[in-house]
DNA sequence: AATTTAAATGATATAATATAACATAACTTT
DNA sequence: AAAGTTATGTTATATTATATCATTTAAATT
């Protein structure tokens, strides 16, 4: 399962929220940035830069990584997209502005990667941090393994 | 802090482990194994793939990355050492053999990298991939933040 | 012990991922 | 319009990792 039931919602969606968070920050909702967002939400599979960079080839002549680099990184600062450690790529975030404690659920098996933000997983983890004395700066949990569907 | 109180204790601790665990399992300890487990422990922070073959090239001629890949991949699929995903290195396991479920506190002032596996945090994870009906396989967590000493 | 097999390493090349550095353009503020 | 700031263009290169095939070493079998 790659697509949802009716994913160019998914993908409007997307848009509209990445125009409106930075209208709010004062921050420029380029045509690049907008174009890479887009790729990115393309399906729910982690985008990786090189193939957004080939994708973006077909349309805009010739771009060079440092072009979708930089795209990438605006999108991951304003939480408009989420960089998946295990697999070097990026997918894009399902409620940009709402927290920052996101978590992923990786399908081994058709990639889907579905966001999670459970309180009580949010808790433990400041428990952990807490009785060691560490000051969280940022949390990276990714969980791979099969899907509903795909352990049907 | 990257050195703890004796660190030649940990560096020997984990050499001794991992000739046992290579018994236990009929596996080869070889001169290279060893090498890169030594170079992985050599300090608490985590070890970058290339700058074991720095160490290694100052020791034994011209080694190259498939060779250090390969002991590490070794050393990974027997529990020796852990990949530290958001940073691309590798660091010694504290407690081989003992768990598979375990979870980072990574400094990001002195690099200094925490092994912890508390239950509790492993229960919530299992809880949340419950609820969402996803079969785990392998879990992958990383906190980045301050330690003790560097927060302080 | 010699033969066969499997595992590990050597060696070369290249793939995949990411950033540095400097030039130019576009947009903002004054 | 001038100055300053932000974004993009452009070239080059750094960093991380693997594919492939040859050779060696060790283990198992005869």
Redesign the interface.
């Given at each position: 399962m790659i697509h949802c039931e009716k994913h160019n919602h998914c993908i409007s969606t997307a848009i509209k929220q990445g125009e409106e968070i930075c209208n709010e920050k004062g921050l420029k909702f380029t045509a690049i940035r907008r174009k890479v967002l887009e790729l990115v939400w393309e399906t729910h599979k982690p985008a990786k830069a090189y193939d957004i960079l080939e994708k973006l080839a077909k349309e805009d002549g010739a771009p060079v990584p440092p072009t979708v680099y930089r795209a990438l990184d605006f999108l991951l600062q304003n939480g408009l997209v989420h960089r998946i450690?295990?697999l070097n790529a990026f997918v894009g975030c399902s409620h940009p502005g709402l927290h920052n404690q996101c978590?992923f659920?990786i399908?081994?098996h058709c990639e889907k990667v579905?966001e999670?933000c459970?309180t009580?997983?949010g808790?433990?983890?400041d428990?952990?941090?807490k009785?060691?004395?560490?000051?969280?700066?940022?949390?990276?949990?990714?969980?791979?393994?099969?899907?509903?569907s795909c352990?049907a």
């Open positions: 450690n295990s978590f659920m399908c081994t579905t999670c459970t009580e997983l808790k433990a983890i428990i952990t941090t009785e060691n004395s560490f000051t969280r700066e940022s949390v990276s949990l990714e969980i791979l393994g099969a899907c509903q352990s």
